[in-house]
């Protein structure tokens, strides 16, 4: 059973920054895709980023393109969001989220998939 935490969420300023955290557990493979989605109040979840171990590949959204990066600490099978350049937009609850099983991130381009194990999310409100 794939087990994820999140942790790093919190009030920032516009313009400013924070990293988000997912701590995973319960892989039985080091080949797997990772990744973060977030769900603002009345909308739709929608995909964010994701980064795969297998060949290092990543996926960003165009919203966050230029702004967040994501990467992974393999050693402790966690995967960090730098979120840079905050809008009030960004405001949302983030979620990482995984497959197990599936090693890419090639799902992400598809606005409508959504990985079979989640975190319970972290918020993330952006406001001066």
């Known amino acids: 059973q794939v087990h994820l935490v999140e942790s790093g969420g919190g009030l920032v300023q516009p313009g400013g920054s924070l990293r988000l955290s997912c701590a995973a557990s319960?892989?039985?493979?080091?080949?797997?895709?990772i990744g973060w989605f977030r769900q603002a109040p009345g909308k739709e979840r929608e995909g964010v980023s994701c980064i795969s171990t297998w060949g290092g590949r990543t996926f960003y959204a165009d919203f966050v393109k230029g702004r967040f990066t994501i990467s992974v600490d393999k050693a402790k099978t966690t995967v960090y969001l730098q979120m840079n350049s905050l809008e009030p937009e960004d405001t949302a609850v983030y979620y990482c989220a995984t497959d197990a099983v599936l090693r890419t991130c090639n799902p992400y381009s598809n606005s409508n998939y959504r990985p079979d194990y989640w975190g319970q999310g972290t918020q993330v409100t952006v406001s001066s």
């Open positions: 319960g892989f039985t493979s080091d080949e797997y895709a």
